[in-house]
């Protein structure tokens, strides 16, 4: 049976294209959610550019017939702008004027049309539980829903026979009966914990090839490690075989705080570009999103402005520097290194419309953009460009995505079936003691 899908400002401004989202159903938008949506239409955000993208899919619409009677839609459905007269009840008429107004076309449209199902979609949680008060069907809208328990790890562990594992320490390499050879579905770059069934303490860390159809060894790191980090456990090792493989442009990490993210990205940056000469920069930008209450405008440059959000990561390449002795890195800090154009730091704001060739682009906090912005900052990538994006998407910031929406999250399920792309899912904290109690108990 089809259904009425009355949508919700914030739904629209968080993806215009929610309007072609609920295949041969009917799309009501209230006129309210047009009046909400002009007030952003010359805002520079990415809420900005949402508005307008709404505006001209409705003026498009417009065009091939009336939006009060409806116009059909490539999905099957239509789309209808509507408006009501009724009038809220007083016990109901508290709170935003707006969305008692919105709401109430939703309601109307069910008293009208009771030969189908009325559903109000918002992405605000305390308007849902109003329309449920008054008895009206509320979704939350998310085109790809996935629970935080269903996001891809990045590694699997497979119960094999202690030959397999043996042959995999003489030989480097093993083919995994238990594994499906032909499996297309297995993602490339994951990795595998071998584990004897017979003798769990029997065991092996490999990657899957996905050319090979075998199991093969992770990256050999030198003995003194790199910058002076070695890997403390599985996960960080998994992590930096991605971070060091130039095949691998896209590596998504994600963990909470404490687990190395961000200092083995760093590491690794400065490793390809200083030593190996991979790439011409280190550019690292995180999103500004402040904790707890702002402290308002900063004087100075874009680079002095930048310096406050960006001191996380001026701290771990101090780290880095103090734990690497050597001549070629002894005496130097930060300032130095942007000063050679090894080391730069970038707004997301401005790299709209550029193309950045050879450098290793680190986006720190990226839980915190959306899944277009995303896609904005990985279609800035040139000729031999990575881009290492890490969060943690328990820790959100931006009002506007949420733990399994966010660009993040996105990226995960969108390229782990690409062999360009590697994912690693991080849970063991090695920051401290202290930091990893915090991390699980508060």
Request: glycine share 8%; aromatic share 8%; no cysteine.
């Given at each position: 049976m089809r259904k009425?899908?009355?949508?919700?400002?914030?739904?629209?401004?968080?993806?215009?294209?929610?309007?072609?989202?609920?295949?041969?159903?009917?799309?009501?938008?209230?006129?309210?959610?047009?009046?909400?949506?002009?007030?952003?239409?010359?805002?520079?955000?990415?809420?900005?550019?949402?508005?307008?993208?709404?505006?001209?899919?409705?003026?498009?619409?417009?065009?091939?017939?009336?939006?009060?009677?409806?116009?059909?839609?490539?999905?099957?459905?239509?789309?209808?702008?509507?408006?009501?007269?009724r009038q809220m009840a007083g016990e109901h008429a508290n709170g935003a004027l707006m969305d008692n107004k919105i709401m109430s076309v939703a309601l109307d449209l069910r008293e009208r049309e009771k030969d189908r199902d009325t559903v109000f979609v918002t992405k605000d949680a305390n308007l849902r539980i109003r329309a449920d008060a008054l008895g009206l069907v509320a979704e939350d809208y998310d085109a790809e829903r996935v629970g935080l328990d269903e996001v891809y790890s990045?590694?699997?562990?497979?119960?094999?026979?202690?030959?397999?594992?043996?042959?995999f320490y003489a030989t480097g390499?093993?083919?995994?009966?238990?594994?499906?050879?032909?499996?297309?579905?297995?993602?490339?770059?994951?990795?595998?914990?071998?584990r004897d069934a017979a003798n769990p303490n029997h065991s092996a860390v490999a990657k899957w090839s996905s050319e090979k159809r075998r199991a093969v060894p992770l990256i050999r790191l030198p003995k003194e490690g790199i910058w002076g980090i070695r890997p403390r456990n599985k996960e960080q090792s998994f992590a930096m075989d991605l971070l060091l493989n130039d095949d691998v442009k896209l590596v998504t990490l994600v963990g909470k705080a404490g687990t190395g993210k961000t200092l083995m990205a760093i590491a690794a940056g400065l490793t390809k570009t200083m030593e190996e000469g991979v790439?011409?920069?280190?550019?690292?930008?995180?999103?500004?999103?402040?904790l707890g209450r702002d402290i308002g405008y900063l004087p100075g440059t874009v680079e002095e402005k930048l310096n406050p959000w960006m001191q996380p990561?001026?701290?771990?390449?101090?780290?880095?520097?103090?734990?690497?002795?050597?001549?070629?890195?002894?005496?130097?800090?930060?300032h130095e290194l942007m000063d050679l154009g090894v080391l730069a730091i970038e707004p997301l704001t401005y790299i709209r419309g550029r193309s950045i060739p050879n450098q290793f682009i680190i986006v720190d906090e990226a839980q915190n953009l959306t899944p277009h912005e995303v896609k904005t900052i990985i279609t800035r990538a040139g000729d031999g460009t990575k881009i290492i994006l890490t969060g943690d998407p328990y820790q959100i910031d931006n009002p506007y995505v949420d733990s399994t929406n966010?660009?993040?999250?996105?990226?995960?399920?969108?390229?782990?079936?690409?062999?360009?792309?590697?994912?690693?899912?991080m849970t063991k904290g090695e920051r401290s003691q202290l930091a990893e109690l915090a991390a699980n108990l508060l």
């Open positions: 009425n899908f009355v949508l919700d400002t914030n739904v629209l401004l968080h993806d215009p294209r929610a309007i072609f989202g609920f295949s041969d159903n009917d799309v009501v938008i209230p006129i309210y959610v047009i009046e909400e949506i002009d007030q952003f239409k010359r805002d520079l955000s990415e809420l900005g550019r949402n508005a307008r993208q709404v505006a001209r899919y409705l003026d498009q619409f417009r065009k091939e017939g009336n939006l009060g009677e409806g116009v059909t839609l490539q999905t099957g459905g239509t789309l209808r702008v509507l408006f009501s007269g990045g590694k699997s562990e497979v119960l094999v026979s202690g030959d397999v594992v043996d042959t390499e093993a083919v995994v009966p238990e594994l499906d050879e032909n499996d297309e579905r297995r993602p490339p770059n994951e990795f595998l914990i071998l790439f011409h920069r280190l550019l690292v930008s995180r999103p500004v999103f402040p990561i001026f701290d771990n390449v101090e780290f880095l520097m103090n734990l690497s002795r050597s001549d070629k890195k002894a005496g130097r800090g930060y966010n660009g993040l999250i996105h990226v995960v399920n969108r390229f782990k079936h690409e062999k360009v792309a590697g994912h690693v899912t």
